[in-house]
């Protein structure tokens, strides 16, 4: 059994992340008596800082980013500020490492680490942790992505941490793993009987995975320009929700079976290279529109110069194997759409032979759909008949069953995605993570994708801000007449 962590060391302590979601999470998980007692927390960045400046910095953050105030108690987060030390240093300087470890104590004692800083800086800090002695049997270590920017800096990235870290004490974090609804997902298909005889070639049609964003690129331009959409959202979340939908059912829900699964899926999907971009991806940008009503400059504009990055990207994908041949994973993702809306859409095929056919009803094929976000919810779309004496002939309506985890677990705090994920890092479970055979399976995959948009010359096309990117990603589908879901 894995000992939890007594000491948290934040690198990337004042940075966006940290602020808006380590903190408000760390509270979280402080309020709810969730943490270890004797938890020590140390933030680390650069700013020339001491603990009571960085205390304050991170109760304005508590403030600014806790949106229920009820839940913010002032005398909760004193206790929790009271958690927290800082030490000021530049990560990429070796010799200021020693007062880190200073601060630190006793790594012996456990300790998780968390990189939240440019992945630039990762070699450095392993190096760095290394030489002051904050490494060892009882350290963790978690990333945050992007880890790399192709299978070829992934590797090296993960060469650096592996000579430092085991694999078992590597802590890869894709944070839609630990959303709420993405688990449930595995609860609803492994925890009940219905669904999986249905889940393969025999019983679905087609799966759409959408997560779309009002957002633009939020001050993140350096960062964004350089990755686009499809390293941005596929390679990590959208093929992590993929996998969770097509893997096979581990024998437990542990770690290595879990991820076993996953792994295999992606080493499953077809590829899809320089013979076949053209016609199974669309690439987007958007121009100014208007998003919510309020108009938004285009995303070249928000640059200041042209650019040749994806703000949006569609795809159809096929995972070769037994229990997928033929269905087609149509993925679609990207910035300055007209709402924001994450959700995995199932469409089973309709029955075989229609008894209402003759009595001019039309029957629809069932659908699941799992919402992410905004809400959390999971609905079945079933074929219900509309209350009459069918004098006109019957009719057949399409009605939802709510699996509303909202409604029935409203007494649940809905925890931010971090909340999960820092408990398990602290407390040293690594099923929610991922691995490394993982993470370079899913740069294949994409890595194929950009050099065949290279070597064909691809560019993103124009679509207006609040539409659903270019009108080339509908054809996508609708060639093989099937609609996205809205
Ligand atoms: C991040 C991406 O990983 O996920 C962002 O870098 C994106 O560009 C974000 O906005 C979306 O996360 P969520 O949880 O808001 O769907």
């Given at each position: 059994m894995t000992q939890p962590a007594h000491n948290l060391l934040l690198f990337g302590a004042t940075g966006d992340l940290a602020q808006r979601m380590l903190l408000p999470s760390l509270y979280g998980l402080h309020a709810d008596g969730?943490?270890?007692?004797?938890l020590r927390i140390v933030a680390t960045a650069r700013?020339?800082?001491d603990d009571s400046g960085f205390r304050s910095q991170a109760g304005d953050s508590l403030s600014r980013f806790i949106a229920d105030r009820d839940f913010l108690r002032p005398e909760v987060a004193r206790t929790f500020l009271e958690r927290l030390s800082y030490v000021a240093i530049?990560?990429?300087?070796?010799?200021?490492?020693g007062r880190l470890a200073e601060t630190v104590g006793k790594a012996k004692d456990g300790l998780a680490i968390f990189l939240s800083t440019a992945p630039s800086l990762f070699e450095a800090t392993i190096a760095g942790l290394s030489q002051a002695g904050?490494?060892?049997?009882d350290v963790r270590l978690a990333l945050e992505k992007?880890?790399?920017?192709?299978l070829a800096s992934s590797r090296m990235i993960n060469e650096a941490v592996a000579s430092v870290f085991p694999e078992e004490r590597t802590f890869r974090i894709?944070?839609?793993?630990?959303k709420e609804t993405v688990q449930n997902l595995l609860a609803l298909r492994f925890g009940n009987s219905l669904f999986e005889p249905l889940w393969n070639a025999s019983g679905i049609e087609h799966v759409q995975i959408t997560v779309s964003e009002?957002?633009?690129l939020e001050g993140r331009a350096g960062y964004y320009e350089g990755s686009g959409a499809l390293r941005d959202m596929v390679q990590n979340h959208m093929l992590q929700l993929l996998a969770l939908v097509a893997?096979?059912?581990?024998?437990?829900?542990g770690a290595s079976a879990v991820r076993d699964e996953k792994v295999k899926v992606f080493r499953s999907l077809r590829r899809i290279g320089r013979d076949e971009v053209a016609a199974n991806t669309v690439i987007g940008q958007y121009k100014a529109g208007a998003v919510g009503g309020a108009p938004v400059p285009g995303y070249a504009d928000e640059l200041g110069h042209v650019s040749g990055t994806e703000t949006f990207v569609a795809l159809k994908a096929h995972v070769d194997n037994w229990r997928w041949k033929g269905v087609p994973f149509y993925l679609r993702t990207g910035k300055r759409l007209p709402e924001r809306h994450s959700e995995i859409f199932i469409q089973f095929k309709g029955v075989?032979?229609?008894?209402?056919a003759s009595r001019g009803a039309v029957v629809q094929p069932n659908k699941l759909v799992i919402r992410l976000q905004p809400e959390e919810n999971i609905r079945l779309l079933v074929m219900a008949k509309q209350p009459g004496?069918?004098?006109e002939g019957i009719r057949l309506r399409e009605v939802p069953l709510d699996l509303g985890t909202a409604n029935v677990f409203a007494d649940s705090r809905r925890r931010i995605a971090y909340e999960r994920l820092l408990l398990d890092l602290i407390e040293g479970d690594p099923t929610l993570f991922v691995r490394r055979d993982e993470v370079e399976a899913q740069w294949e995959w994409i890595d194929a994708i950009r050099d065949g948009w290279g070597f064909n010359r691809m560019t993103p096309k124009d679509y207006a801000a609040g539409?659903?990117?270019?009108s080339a990603a509908i054809a996508l589908t609708e060639r093989d007449g099937v609609s996205w879901h809205e």
């Open positions: 969730l943490l270890p007692p004797d700013s020339d800082l530049d990560a990429s300087d070796q010799a200021q490492y904050l490494t060892g049997r992007p880890l790399g920017t192709d894709d944070h839609y793993l630990g009002t957002v633009g893997m096979e059912p581990p024998a437990q829900f075989p032979h229609s008894i209402f004496l069918d004098r539409t659903w990117g270019p």
